[in-house]
């Protein structure tokens, strides 16, 4: 079985930090691009970052840059999100999805997590 599990999601003042996580099992990391998407409520889906272990991109939203970081643990197929200088705006949910096809669009994605609430409050 596919899946895609993330945790780490919480309530946290401005400029706190959270450490996301997203643990897979049913397939392996290694030829995937892993994403990390958040939806705010009323707003679209948007990609926050990416990282792909065997070509070596990566990417952060602007907004999000020099804030966050991306990092895979391989040996637990595990990717991480550390969320630094958190703002209000940063809330949303927040999901881990996997593509076989490069950092893209959620329509790129083949599997996704169920998502994680962080809530930053001011």
């Known amino acids: 079985e596919v899946q895609l599990v993330e945790s780490g999601g919480g309530l946290v003042q401005a400029g706190g930090s959270l450490r996301l996580s997203c643990a897979a099992s049913?397939?392996?990391?290694?030829?995937?691009?892993i994403v990390w998407f958040r939806q705010a409520p009323g707003k679209e889906r948007e990609g926050v970052s990416c990282?792909?272990?065997?070509?070596?991109?990566?990417y952060y939203a602007d907004s999000v840059k020099g804030r966050f970081t991306i990092s895979i643990d391989n040996a637990k197929n595990t990717v991480f999100l550390q969320l630094n200088s958190l703002k209000p705006e940063d809330t949303a949910v927040y999901y881990c999805?996997?593509?076989?096809?490069?950092?893209?669009?959620?329509?790129?994605?083949?599997?996704w997590g169920k998502g994680t609430l962080v809530t930053v409050s001011s």
């Open positions: 999805a996997a593509s076989s096809i490069g950092c893209t669009t959620p329509a790129g994605m083949d599997y």
């Open positions: 049913g397939f392996t990391f290694d030829d995937y691009a």
């Open positions: 990282i792909s272990s065997s070509v070596g991109n990566t």
